[in-house]
T-cell receptor, first 115, second 113 residues
Framework: DGGITQSPKYLFRKEGQNVTLSCEQN?????MYWYRQDPGQGLRLIYYSQIVNDFQKGDIAEGYSVSREKKESFPLTVTSAQKNPTAFYLC??????????????FGDGTRLSIL | DQQVKQNSPSLSVQEGRISILNCDYT??????FLWYKKYPAEGPTFLIS?????DKNEDGRFTVFLNKSAKHLSLHIVPSQPGDSAVYFCAASGYSSASKIIFGSGTRLSIRP
């Protein structure tokens, strides 16, 4: 079955440590996205990529980095510069048309906590 | 500044009745609207969408209504079923390949027997 796989489901980070969240899709989608969800808030866009080897900052990119070396993969690194990394992270993908409003398909998320 | 607002954090509806979830937006450039449904510990799943050229879109038990002049949209679920208990996110985007999808904060719907 086609879909988006995020791993791990739960992740713990020590202070000052970088961690990388994995996101893989086999939907042949060009666009991929990373969102962060905090309690009582909507999904906030961290980074997105519409094509391999290219990505753009979203609304809350500070303290995060991404790469898009393959169409299927869009890993997110939470760096030590991110002072409040505890959150639920969601990866999504979509096709890209003349409009960017194609419905996104989401993974099941990674919950990151600070030790 | 929240561009997409869901002012009701929660809603409880009796099974079999109609559930109405509301969403307001502030950006008049938005022209495409989506609803997503999310169960705990899972990612959101796309439910239904509507373009600004329409004022209603229906898919089975789900209907979305758009009132552009009021910058308001609503999702109607009828009849409500126990499996509809979830968090519902409203989202909006503009007409541009560079447009991002902006999500509301969600409404938790609980269907009681």
């Amino acid at each position: 079955d086609g879909g988006i796989t995020q791993s791990p489901k739960y992740l713990f980070r020590k202070e000052g440590q970088n961690v990388t969240l994995s996101c893989e899709q086999n939907l042949n989608h060009d666009a991929m996205y990373w969102y962060r969800q905090d309690p009582g808030q909507g999904l906030r866009l961290i980074y997105y990529s519409q094509i391999v080897n290219d990505f753009q900052k979203g609304d809350i990119a500070e303290g995060y980095s991404v790469s898009r070396e393959k169409k299927e993969s869009f890993p997110l690194t939470v760096t030590s510069a991110q002072k409040n990394p505890t959150a639920f992270y969601l990866c999504a993908s979509s096709t890209v048309g003349t409009r960017s409003n194609q419905p996104q398909h989401f993974g099941d998320g990674t919950r990151l906590s600070i030790l | 500044d929240q561009q997409v607002k869901q002012n009701s954090p929660s809603l409880s509806v009796q099974e079999g009745r109609i559930s109405i979830l509301n969403c307001d937006y502030t950006n008049s450039m938005f022209d495409y609207f989506l609803w997503y449904k999310k169960y705990p510990a899972e990612g959101p799943t796309f439910l239904i969408s509507i373009s600004s050229i329409k004022d209603k879109n229906e898919d089975g038990r789900f209907t979305v209504f758009l009132n552009k002049s009021a910058k308001h949209l609503s999702l109607h679920i009828v009849p409500s079923q126990p499996g509809d208990s979830a968090v519902y996110f409203c989202a909006a985007s503009g007409y541009s390949s560079a447009s991002k999808i902006i999500f509301g904060s969600g409404t938790r719907l609980s269907i009681r027997p």
